[in-house]
């Protein structure tokens, strides 16, 4: 379903911005 992608995207995200900060 595109909202589990949609969720899949922002879960990968924030682990992104988590690595970087």
Do not use: G, T
């Not at 949609?6 to 900060?21: G, H």
């Amino acid at each position: 379903d595109c909202s589990s992608l949609v969720s899949e995207v922002a879960s990968y995200f924030d682990r992104a911005a988590a690595a970087v900060a």
